[in-house]
């Protein structure tokens, strides 16, 4: 196994993948991220009693026309967020690493 471990390392290192710059590869795993480890909680359910609240009166269709994009706004700055995160850790492993 360790020969076949060390082979795998030495190709790797002699033929090094090109991701582009990453973004598919940071995209999936901020997705499978998201999946497993919701993040819905207190904080965030008075966040939104307080929006709702202040839209009180509001016709239905309005309020959807507020807070789908507040949503899509708050998830795309979580990706964001994760993205610089993972691409942060990866910069500062190479800096660490011997």
Do not use: W
């Amino acid at each position: 196994m360790k020969t076949y471990l060390e082979a795998i390392k030495s190709h790797i290192e002699a033929h090094p993948p090109n991701f582009g710059d990453g973004e598919p590869v940071l995209t999936m795993l901020y997705e499978c991220y998201n999946e497993n480890n919701p993040y819905d909680n207190e904080q965030i359910r008075a966040d939104f009693n307080e929006l709702y609240q202040q839209m009180n009166g509001m016709p239905l269709r309005e309020m959807d026309n507020i807070v789908y994009p507040v949503c899509k706004l708050c998830r795309d700055h979580e990706k964001a967020g994760f993205i610089e995160g993972i691409r942060l850790g990866v910069l500062l492993a190479q800096e660490v690493a011997p």
